[in-house]
């Protein structure tokens, strides 16, 4: 298989012991991830799950947080010459009551356990590890005085279980025995209160396992037992090995063998699921060997096979296509719609890692943005995971919006978790009032039917959140402190808001309203309802709603811009200097992920969103994806910088981190600019590939747009990209110029390209047929038929 090919060339290579943990390799199915650790005198190998939490909540205050209403009139009341509404003790105090809950250090993704395998390092040495990420297999070498022996390890495709064996340096026989202990370590960092691992250590089969408890709460832990959860990690090790236990808990001394195989498996869910029946646990763990180990590995090649044949690129860059397929690869690792959506770190954790911030999902981007590369990738069914969690939120947030500001729809959080949710984890005001994120959430819902064309997904999975958004949308554009005189002028506003990651709720509300990532995300929220309303014939029955988004589209405001030394600009905010230093880049929000603005755009407007890229000051950590895209999307992404960039942000472990940039914002010159890289393996990065893909292919107005930001001396080719309109698409790039385009058509819609050529050559259905096309960069139109294959090409050709 070609692109299977194509990604066995971007292996992962690290020479050496890799000891730390943004070192070691990354392994993983969607639910279970592992990271494969050397030390010079051990392999350790740490295993996370992406539905493994501390699901502990606090849920405190619920009663003092009050109503939107009572504390916006309130805040209305505090003087507007405050520097800051900190200034004011009762807001003061406010702030800390409602961020208290979110103080607490969980919930958070509960780190499994590490299975240690020893050597003696005066006989054995670490050379190195390769990870080849076309099938997840990584192979450790080892120098011994007889030669080199490759520890082959991989994490099953199908379940939770990571497999592993000892050969020779070509594969072709097991090699002896070379470890002489094996350990399972609890996380050093579980939490002391939770109740104490339940360990095993069974010498007869030559197993090890613990079960740790993760109840609900502490303080009423026999009430809330049925709402507990538990996870067990067990490993059993070859017959061949003699073994013996040394009085040590959880670990095996063990002795010569002719080969060395283990089976490690992860088992989570309710107590009663993962039970305590320790003996029955160890030996339904099947005794490993050699021939379990290549049946595994087959069986996970055939899930690595077709997730491979979805897409693939040749390109003439070595590094965007290395970058293109190992984020792809990490992306398969970290989820899958049969597992909880992955938050900020994914599957990976160990000790504190991969606990700031909680490890949760933050809804102004950090959690919308790894999905991006589903679609064009043609890896939609990845978005399963991410509407699962709307699903699993839509409760909670219909309650806030009904209970806290009294209207209809649903007002989904700034934060969130994977566990049970009475009331919104983060109700502090300078945050939890962006309301962007309600639009935001809903957003990617809709870019699954555009580029599939899935009615069914439409109308069970897509359409009721995104109502309920809408619904939240124009409830809160319609109220009185929204529009009238005060204002001077006849527009709805969105008021109050606050921009992400700047501002916070200001004095006087100076800051905090018609923020242009709102307004944006709105005007596609309404769109998105209006044509799924079409889609799915539903037009009279959603009257009333549709009818109150026309009336308030008819009088939206209007983008805020400023003048800059590039001429006019977006802004984040009425009044702003476009000289401010963002973190999210609001600026370009109408390019990327507004979608109002792009190369379709007249000049004009055109103009002003180049200028506001090319003017676009960030202090870094939340743009590696999301600026580069927009640049993409405008035609004007420098891939030479962009390459710099990923190069400053890569680790040791192929994956990219988010680091700083620039001081100026909320970053001083004192502050480490690689502060966010020991907190966990940064999940938003792997979109990276959608950055790539929107230089290849870009289809988000409805019309197909091949090699728009392409350099015109590199070659590239690209298979099976998704587009809107529920169309695969193949084509090659050469000498400047498009050669060949073959596109399949899913649904069956019209198919609508920005012509390559003056002249084109059309083969489908068995016919061939020239074109009267239109010039060259104009639009192509042609019906289709579900299922059709059709091949484009410069007539004469």
């Known amino acids: 298989m070609v692109n299977r090919e194509r990604a066995r060339k971007h292996a992962i290579v690290f020479k050496g012991p890799a000891a730390n943990f943004f070192e070691g390799a990354l392994?993983?199915?969607?639910?279970?991830?592992?990271?494969?650790?050397?030390?010079?005198?051990?392999?350790?190998?740490?295993?996370?799950?992406?539905?493994?939490?501390?699901?502990?909540?606090?849920?405190?205050?619920?009663?003092?947080?009050?109503?939107?209403?009572?504390?916006?009139?309130?805040?209305?009341?505090?003087?507007?010459?405050?520097?800051?509404?900190?200034?004011?003790?009762?807001?003061?105090?406010?702030?800390?009551?409602?961020?208290?809950?979110?103080?607490?250090?969980?919930?958070r993704p509960m780190p499994c356990g590490s299975l240690l395998l020893g050597f003696?390092?005066?006989?054995?040495?670490?050379?190195?590890?390769?990870?080849?990420?076309?099938?997840?297999?990584?192979?450790?070498?080892?120098?011994?005085?007889?030669?080199?022996?490759?520890?082959?390890?991989?994490?099953?495709?199908?379940?939770?279980?990571?497999?592993?064996?000892?050969?020779?340096?070509?594969?072709?026989?097991?090699?002896?025995?070379?470890?002489?202990?094996?350990?399972?370590?609890?996380?050093?960092?579980?939490?002391?209160?939770?109740?104490?691992?339940?360990?095993?250590?069974?010498?007869?089969?030559?197993?090890?396992?613990?079960?740790?408890?993760?109840?609900?709460?502490?303080?009423?832990?026999?009430?809330?037992?049925?709402?507990?959860?538990?996870?067990?990690?067990s490993a059993r090790f070859s017959s061949d090995v003699e073994a013996w236990t040394d009085g040590k808990q959880l670990e095996l001394a063990l002795g010569a063998g002719e080969s060395f195989d283990v089976r490690v498996r992860l088992e989570e869910g309710t107590l009663k699921e993962v039970g305590d029946d320790v003996g029955d646990r160890l030996l339904r763990l099947s005794d490993p060997d050699f021939g379990a180990f290549r049946e595994s590995l087959a069986a996970s090649d055939v899930v690595w096979d077709s997730y491979w044949s979805r897409s693939g690129v040749e390109l003439e860059d070595e590094l965007l296509e290395e970058t293109w397929y190992r984020n792809l690869y990490f992306f398969q690792c970290s989820v899958k719609a049969e597992a909880d959506c992955p938050g900020l770190f994914a599957n990976w954790s160990y000790g504190k890692i991969g606990a700031e911030w909680h490890g949760d999902y933050h809804m102004n981007y950090?959690?919308?943005?790894?999905?991006?590369?589903?679609?064009?990738?043609?890896?939609?069914?990845?978005?399963?995971?991410?509407?699962?969690?709307?699903?699993?939120?839509?409760?909670?947030?219909?309650?806030?919006?009904?209970?806290?500001?009294?209207?209809?729809?649903?007002?989904?959080?700034?934060?969130?978790?994977?566990?049970?949710?009475?009331?919104?984890?983060?109700?502090?005001?300078?945050?939890?009032?962006?309301?962007?994120?309600?639009?935001?959430?809903?957003?990617?819902?809709?870019?699954?039917?555009?580029y599939t064309m899935d009615r069914v997904f439409l109308e069970e999975r897509a359409f009721t959140p995104i109502k309920e958004a809408a619904l939240f949308m124009a409830d809160y554009m319609l109220r009185p402190e929204a529009s009238g005189e005060a204002w001077g002028d006849d527009r709805f506003h969105i008021f109050p808001t606050v921009v992400p990651e700047l501002y916070e709720l200001t004095p006087g509300f100076r800051r905090n309203y018609d923020c242009i990532v709102d307004l944006t995300l709105t005007r596609f929220l309404f769109r998105a309802f209006g044509e799924a309303c079409s889609a799915l014939g539903r037009e009279a029955e959603e009257g009333e709603l549709l009818g109150l988004i026309g009336e308030i589209l008819e009088r939206f405001p209007d983008n805020p811009t400023a003048e800059s030394r590039r001429g006019t600009v977006f802004v984040s905010v009425p009044g702003e200097n476009p000289e401010v230093v963002y973190n999210v880049p609001n600026g370009v929000a109408t390019v990327f992920p507004?979608?109002?603005?792009?190369?379709?755009?007249?000049?004009?407007?055109?103009?002003?969103?180049?200028?506001?890229?090319?003017?676009?000051?960030?202090?870094g950590g939340n743009e590696l994806v999301f600026l580069n895209l927009a640049g993409a999307r405008l035609g004007k992404l420098d891939l030479e910088r962009f390459k710099r960039q990923i190069r400053y942000c890569l680790l040791p472990n192929g994956t990219c981190t988010d680091k700083l940039l620039e001081s100026g914002g909320r970053y001083s010159d004192t502050t480490p600019f690689d502060y966010m890289q020991p907190m966990g393996i940064w999940f938003e990065n792997f979109a990276l590939p959608a950055v790539i893909n929107e230089c290849l292919l870009q289809s988000y107005n409805g019309i197909m747009r091949l090699f728009p930001n392409w350099p015109s001396e590199k070659g590239a080719a690209f298979r099976t990209l998704r587009a809107v309109g529920g169309f695969l698409v193949s084509a090659s790039f050469e000498g400047g110029t498009v050669r060949e385009v073959e596109i399949i058509s899913e649904a069956g819609s019209v198919l609508r390209v920005y012509s390559p050529w003056q002249a084109v050559l059309l083969v489908h259905e068995g016919r061939r047929e020239e074109l009267l096309a239109p010039p060259a960069g104009e639009v192509l139109e042609i019906a289709t038929s579900p299922g059709e294959r059709l091949r484009l090409s410069p007539a004469g050709s």
């Open 366 to 450: 950090n959690t919308q943005q790894p999905f991006w590369v589903a679609f064009s990738s043609n890896h939609a069914d990845k978005l399963l995971a991410y509407a699962n969690m709307v699903d699993h939120v839509l409760p909670v947030s219909r309650k806030w919006a009904r209970e806290y500001y009294g209207l209809r729809g649903a007002y989904f959080p700034h934060s969130a978790y994977p566990v049970e949710m009475d009331i919104m984890p983060y109700p502090v005001p300078h945050w939890g009032w962006e309301v962007c994120e309600t639009p935001w959430t809903v957003q990617s819902l809709w870019w699954h039917y555009l």
């Open 120 to 233: 003696d390092r005066r006989e054995i040495e670490v050379l190195g590890h390769r990870l080849s990420v076309d099938n997840g297999l990584c192979e450790i070498d080892f120098l011994t005085h007889t030669g080199i022996a490759t520890l082959q390890l991989f994490v099953d495709q199908r379940g939770d279980e990571l497999l592993a064996t000892l050969r020779n340096e070509d594969g072709s026989a097991p090699h002896a025995n070379l470890f002489n202990r094996v350990k399972l370590i609890p996380d050093p960092e579980t939490p002391a209160e939770l109740p104490s691992p339940e360990e095993t250590v069974d010498a007869a089969i030559r197993g090890l396992s613990f079960r740790q408890k993760l109840p609900r709460s502490l303080e009423a832990a026999e009430d809330m037992e049925d709402k507990s959860r538990a996870f067990r990690l």
């Open 594 to 619: 507004g979608e109002e603005h792009g190369l379709h755009s007249p000049p004009e407007l055109y103009e002003i969103a180049v200028n506001s890229y090319l003017n676009h000051r960030n202090e």
């Open 27 to 107: 392994l993983g199915n969607g639910g279970l991830g592992a990271v494969v650790t050397t030390r010079p005198d051990a392999v350790v190998i740490h295993f996370g799950h992406n539905n493994v939490w501390d699901i502990r909540i606090a849920e405190e205050h619920k009663e003092e947080i009050g109503t939107f209403g009572e504390l916006f009139a309130r805040i209305k009341e505090i003087p507007e010459h405050y520097a800051s509404l900190s200034d004011e003790p009762w807001y003061r105090d406010y702030v800390t009551m409602t961020g208290a809950n979110y103080a607490k250090p969980y919930p």
